[in-house]
């Protein structure tokens, strides 16, 4: 088995008195789709924003290709390059239009060239369907293609891995579908990402892995068949059924 | 009391030249302070405004704290106290050192004044750009620098635009305050004509007019600024709303 590009080791993270994260471990490895559910409050955010350093954890390590990055001398620009983010609320850069989001990061992390930065940015705003919008002001487009735009924008620096913190949960319902499909797209073709999600579907079908996170720990996790059929913890079943019952899992 | 306009047009007409070497001095230090105040202000904004990042290490949160300490004495002095006193204190306590004139020394006090103001409105302007815009350029790994020039301050200019402006309307006006170091703008000249004719209504009038036509000028550009900026924004406003 290859060595896992993440390594999350008794990650720990408290918000005041709140226990959010307690002793958290999981591994992201090549290629792996894995998403996290839980109730809202489970620490699933907080998790992800942790592994980008949004949060400071308070103990524990992270290690990238084996090397912790919470360590003094790790350099921040160059990993955060490297593991990209996709925001709940999009935070596309207001001031800046749909292809110059897509670019800035290329020019000022990675320094790139113009030309090449602008290339990689059209190729990626083709592959979310945004190649009609490259000069749109980034303030003036609906949700979906606001994040469709933010996942280009993420794609662009050429991560290594992908989180995604709740990528649909900003949406109106019938922009949900454009951005998942996005997102399907980019799992079959092998991205690795990491997506925490209240989209069952979506996780039952894209994930090759399943987290089950319940009051700050990983209470369950697996396969999806694991996970969603089969479910061992007590927590996990009383989540998912609130799920079954509002229809997600007949549609399988 | 009566006010001969009559004479306060020919007075206009006669002393023309020195009023319109006036008017170009206030201009120029309306100007120069407006625009220098806004360099200033946007450095002392962007430490102010700049947040406590937990990742640094305990030296650069040192000197971000003696950075915020410095900044804050700079703008309660110059803040609190009169810009006239700030001109006659700084001029005459540099001048054997410097041995600076004092349109010099006019222009330099006046951006540092200037500047006290701008870093508030700049800091408030930086406060409310949404987090969610420093958090997206950390995640593509952007320096807190490089956040600050391509994402935060052309965000935090446009929300300002209106308070920064209007710092040019008060400059017109408070550069008068710089006859108190014979600095020969509008206010000293027109000081001067009144003397040499010994007609201070008629002259005083003609001070207030022309320097309500400045003003009135200026808010009328910042005006036609403001709108131009915006002018994306509503539409965006429109769209929605549609």
């Known amino acids: ?252 | 009391m009566k006010v001969d306009l009559g004479y306060a047009w020919s007075i206009l007409l006669k002393s023309w030249p020195m009023f319109w070497y006036g008017i170009k001095i206030t201009v120029a230090f309306a100007v120069v302070g407006t625009v220098f105040g806004f360099l200033i202000g946007l450095i002392i904004g962007a430490i102010r405004g700049m947040p406590v990042d937990p990742l640094d290490s305990p030296f650069k949160k040192a000197l971000k704290k003696f950075g915020q300490m410095i900044t804050g004495l700079y703008i309660w002095v110059f803040r609190g106290t009169p810009m006239m006193i700030q001109a006659c204190f700084i001029y005459y306590l540099l001048r054997p050192i410097i041995h600076w004139d004092a349109i010099t020394a006019g222009f330099v006090i006046i951006s540092i004044n200037t500047g006290a103001y701008m870093a508030e409105i700049l800091r408030s302007g930086i406060q409310s750009v949404d987090p969610g815009q420093t958090e997206a350029a950390k995640s593509l790994g952007m320096t807190n620098l490089q956040t600050m020039i391509h994402v935060i301050f052309p965000q935090a200019i446009k929300n300002t635009f209106p308070a920064i402006g209007n710092q040019l309307v008060v400059n017109l006006k408070d550069s008068c305050m710089m006859n108190a170091i014979s600095v020969t703008e509008l206010f000293f000249q027109s000081s001067s004509i009144a003397g040499t004719n010994m007609k201070f209504v008629e002259v005083y009038l003609v001070t207030a007019i022309l320097y309500l036509i400045l003003t009135t000028l200026a808010t009328w550009i910042l005006n036609v600024i403001e709108r131009r900026m915006n002018k994306t924004k509503t539409v965006a406003l429109k769209e929605m709303s549609a």
């Open chain 1, 1 to 252: 088995m290859m060595d896992p590009i993440i390594k999350v080791e008794h990650l720990k993270k408290h918000f005041g008195d709140l226990e959010v994260l307690d002793d958290i471990d999981f591994s992201v490895n090549k290629g792996e789709v894995i998403s996290i559910i839980g109730s809202s409050g489970s620490g699933k955010s907080t998790l992800l924003r942790c592994i980008n350093l949004l949060e400071i954890p308070d103990g524990g390590t992270i290690s990238f290709h084996g090397k912790n990055i919470l360590d003094k001398d790790r350099n921040l620009t160059d990993y955060r390059s490297k593991v990209g983010m996709v925001f709940q609320s999009f935070n596309l850069f207001n001031n800046k239009n749909v292809i110059d989001n897509c670019i800035i990061g290329q020019r000022q992390v990675l320094k790139r060239s113009k030309e090449e930065a602008r290339k990689i940015a059209e190729g990626h705003l083709q592959r979310v369907g945004m190649s009609n919008f490259l000069n749109h002001a980034s303030t003036k487009l609906s949700g979906g293609q606001k994040q469709r735009v933010a996942i280009a924008r993420a794609l662009s620096m050429d991560p290594e891995v992908l989180l995604f913190d709740e990528p649909t949960s900003a949406l109106d319902p019938e922009m949900v579908g454009e951005v998942l499909e996005v997102m399907k797209d980019l799992a079959r073709n092998g991205l690795t990402m990491v997506v925490v999600t209240h989209e069952m579907q979506f996780a039952r079908d894209v994930s090759d892995r399943v987290i089950f996170m319940d009051k700050g720990v990983i209470a369950e996790q697996g396969t999806p068949e694991e996970v969603f059929e089969n479910p061992k913890n007590e927590r996990t079943r009383q989540f998912l059924s609130r799920y079954s019952s509002a229809g997600v899992s007949d549609k399988n």
